[in-house]
């Protein structure tokens, strides 16, 4: 049934109280789900220098904070990251270094600190298969690193081309394809055309080609990876398209198209979006509260258009900064955090 036909709700299940300054993002370890009958882990990081790592019991279903990752960092934890593995958790601070720490089952250790952004670190990515790592700054430069063996990292390259604050990089799902978006109103693509490992900018969707037309604050990808969405300022979410074959078949890069774009509906910044793996936009905004977005499936000749599955009003007292979605298939969680010092596990439901 489509989903825009079922009676559904955004259900709080739980609020997850610890930090004791705004909690900037979330990020789900990606091998942990119901699904895979493993416990979910979350973790979450703050103003308060300080990343929490959460697991849900299998019995109680209730969430705990098992560790807190501190003294490392000595200034706002800003995002966090885990490797495709699970094992590593990459963590972005304004006090301008990276760090990398490693789960050790009851515990977790700081394994190496990146060095080399001239300030705030921004954001934090891995690639697919977890080989390189990407950050950005304020500095408005983009760092991919290489990782090597005995828990050395690498810088193997750094990317110029954005004139502002860098605010978020993310790889494709996929492919090794970067994307970095900006204070400066754009989102670059970054490519190598082989394996040198020489990127260069390849693409700049800004304004003139049916962009943003300010700050651009979040970028997340479809399951497939042939469709974007990024999310910004200017009260716009747009969503944007790739031949996905032609790239995977390593002709040639293939552009990426302006498809539509979602106005009308935030009427404070939009910083996060986030695209789950059955097709549900999350959006987290300055107006305190979540919407969930679907593609109505109906065909025209200004391509694809999406509708307001629902909107979760005052999900939280202050600004969303984050929404993540599970990468468990089928459980739909939510998980959101906030400048009120909150994390919050949502469950998409249907009415009773």
């Given amino acids: 049934m489509d989903l825009m036909e079922k009676n559904l709700e955004l259900v709080e299940i739980q609020k997850l109280e610890g930090h004791t300054d705004r909690v900037w993002s979330v990020a789900w370890n990606p091998v942990s789900s119901q699904a895979d009958g493993v416990s979910p882990i979350l973790a979450s990081c703050s103003g308060d220098n300080t990343v929490r790592i959460w697991e849900q019991s299998s019995l109680s ?18 995002s966090c990251a885990w490797s495709p593995s699970g094992q590593l958790l990459a963590t972005a601070s304004f006090d301008g270094t990276t760090g990398i ?24 990515s891995w690639n697919a298969s977890g080989s390189h790592l990407a950050t950005c700054s ?22 110029t081309g954005h004139t502002q604050d860098v605010k978020m990089v993310q790889w494709h799902p996929t492919m090794d394809v ?7 109103n754009t989102i670059k693509v970054w490519w190598s055309e082989d394996d040198d490992g ?17 700050t651009v604050w979040s970028i997340s990808f479809n399951a497939a990876g042939d469709k974007m969405v990024t999310c910004s300022d200017d009260l716009t979410l747009k969503i ?3 031949d996905i074959a032609r790239m995977q078949s390593g002709e040639d890069y293939a ?24 097709d549900i936009i999350a959006s987290g905004a300055g ?33 969303v900064n984050s929404v993540q979605w599970s990468p468990g298939e089928g459980n739909r969680l939510l998980a959101s955090a906030s400048d009120d010092g909150m994390v919050k596990i949502w469950q998409l439901a249907t009415k009773p």
């Fill in 287 to 319: 107006d305190n509260a979540i919407r969930l977005f679907v593609d109505s499936k109906v065909d025209s000749v200004d391509g694809p258009s999406y509708n307001l599955l629902l909107k979760k009003n005052k999900a939280h007292e202050n600004d």
């Fill in 61 to 78: 279903r209730s969430w705990t904070c098992k560790t807190v990752l501190e003294e490392t960092h000595t200034r706002t934890v800003r």
């Fill in 198 to 214: 020489e990127y260069q900018c390849v693409q700049t969707l800004g304004e003139s080609n049916n962009g943003h037309s300010s």
């Fill in 138 to 159: 304020r500095d408005k430069s983009v760092w991919i690193w290489e990782v090597l063996e005995g828990n050395e990292y690498d810088c193997a390259a750094v990317l």
């Fill in 240 to 242: 944007w398209g790739t």
């Fill in 101 to 124: 720490w490693k789960n050790y089952g009851s515990e977790f250790d700081c394994i190496s600190t990146l060095e080399g952004h001239e300030n705030e670190v921004k954001s934090v």
């Fill in 178 to 184: 970067l994307f970095s978006c900006s204070y400066d």
């Fill in 255 to 278: 552009p990426w198209i302006h498809l539509c774009t979602l106005s009308g509906y935030h009427d404070r910044t939009i910083y996060s979006a986030h695209w789950s793996r059955d």
